[in-house]
């Protein structure tokens, strides 16, 4: 889908991509990273946005910059507002389909696209009263309107409500089934394991790792993590989680307690059992799962 060769791309004295070397095979890659760690150079990169400052970058096997023939082949989702806030939800999927050069097929491309994302019921509203999640729908089916082979999306389920999250995991998850490659950003641990597929890990510009989400998010589950459970007994949640091998600390507070576990995995999987028992356990947060938090770790 998307081949590197020690590609770097620097401004001024910042440097965003720092001599990466990686190729993404078809299906879904999760591009996962703290903020300022590439991840929107990359995918600008990848869509002929930004020219590399050194080394290569292949999409589909083409150079991206100054290639319309190629990005013919791609959807792109940037981060931020869709255009044309004036324009109705259907207006806007169907300009997108214009300009890929749809002529009279644009308007059943668009209405199509529409259904894709669940945005039927709200496709003659102008865009710009849309909320955040229905604005990520509508980018979504602008991007797809053309059917392209490969989508390029950078933070596509941010601030999204949780019915439009799942419309879009069911779009993306069927674009893949399709024989569709996409590179999502996202900088939420949580997300990768809703994408599945593989995981590139980026900080500071350079890679960490690449590979099967299985495999990655094993190293990551080995990172220390603070984990809040939410309790109507403090007290007696808390003493039975000190003996746990996976705990490192436990802290009782006001319907909560405050629990840092070596073994994120395993300790879910345990507490799991004890939530079951008479509804001791009414929630689980987990306060530094950020991919901030585990980059911090990595990189020591």
Known sequence: MIECSHLSRWHGDVIAVNDLSVALRPGLTSVLG???SGKSTLLNLAVGLLRPSAGTIR???E???DNPRLLGRIGYVPAGRSPWPER???DCVERSAVLCGLGPKA???ARRAIRLVGLEADQARASGGYSHGMTQRLKLAMATVHDPECLILDEPLAGA?????QDLLTAMQGMVREGRSIAVATHVLADVDDFGGDIMLLNRGRLLAHGPVTEVREMLDEVPRTVRVGTTDPRTLGAELWGWDSVLSVEAGDGSVTVRTKNPAVFHAQLQQVGSKGGLVSSITSPDDSV???FQHLVI
């Open 34 to 36: 703290p903020n300022g």
């Open 59 to 61: 999409v589909l096997g």
């Open 63 to 65: 150079n991206p910059w």
């Open 88 to 90: 109705t939800g259907l």
């Open 107 to 109: 308007p059943e491309a």
């Open 161 to 165: 409500d949780p019915q439009s999250r």
């Open 292 to 294: 901030e938090a585990v």
